[in-house]
């Protein structure tokens, strides 16, 4: 059972645009975490935020997490065919919990 | 490398065989992770070590899959009596720390299991 819902499932855009990607749940979650993943390997961390309202920055993606700590979101500005791949969420309870992981949102940047 | 190494990347057996997968952490990680991944899904949660210790196996699917790490470094996923639903791909990820979901965790590739 997935407690991290992840939308859209699936987005194909134009390079150049700008998206957001949400990961949604009904429970509350100490701190979370963004990871990409490419076509036969690991996911690799983005970034982790652990307080409510955080706001992280890296290059061009900001990562929000929500005030409840029960969502968060990645906004890419300008996307290039260098983001594409599966963009996961994961979540954990509690400092020592492990991370439960959201659907996953599949994004393909086209030149 | 000095990253997570997994072998096989690639395993093909018939149901009913047992396999093997084999995870070398980042040397010096307390911290080690297995989960398994369906196709275009995100990664569910099967068991988690610390240094030897197995603390948590809840996401183990049945009494047939089964872990060990026995000197705190290597961890072994077995899998008896292999099933059609057990085609995924095994990722095993490591942790410099015990902090659970805080802590960064380091991915290897992942073994891709197809049971024929």
């Known amino acids: 059972t997935q407690l991290l819902e992840q939308s859209p499932q699936f987005l194909s855009i134009q390079e150049g645009e700008n998206l957001t990607v949400y990961c949604n749940s009904s429970?509350?979650?100490?701190?979370l975490q963004w990871y990409r993943q490419e076509p036969g390997e690991g996911p690799v961390l983005l970034v982790t935020?652990?307080?409510?309202?955080e706001v992280k920055k890296l290059k061009r993606l900001t990562f929000q997490f929500g005030d409840a700590r029960k969502d968060s979101s990645l906004h890419i500005t300008a996307a290039q065919p260098g983001d594409t791949g599966l963009y996961l969420c994961?979540?954990?309870?509690?400092?020592?919990?492990?991370?439960?992981f959201g659907t996953g949102t599949r994004l393909a940047v086209r030149p | 490398g000095a990253g997570v190494s997994q072998s096989p990347r690639y395993k093909v057996a018939k149901r009913g065989q047992d396999v093997a997968l084999r995870c070398d952490p980042i040397s010096g990680h307390v911290s080690l992770f297995w989960y398994q991944q369906a196709l275009g899904q995100g990664p569910e949660f099967l068991t988690y070590f610390q240094n030897e210790a197995q603390l948590d196996k809840s996401g183990l699917p049945s009494d047939r899959f089964f872990a060990e790490r026995p000197e705190g470094s290597v961890s072994t996923l077995k899998i008896q009596r292999t099933q059609q639903e057990d085609s995924a791909v095994y990722l095993c990820?490591?942790?410099?720390?015990w902090g659970g979901g805080n802590q960064p965790q380091h991915f290897g590739d992942g073994t891709r299991l197809s049971i024929l």
């Open positions: 429970s509350v979650f100490s701190s």
């Open positions: 990820a490591s942790s410099l720390e």
């Open positions: 994961a979540g954990a309870k509690s400092s020592g919990d492990k991370l439960t």
């Open positions: 935020v652990v307080t409510g309202g």
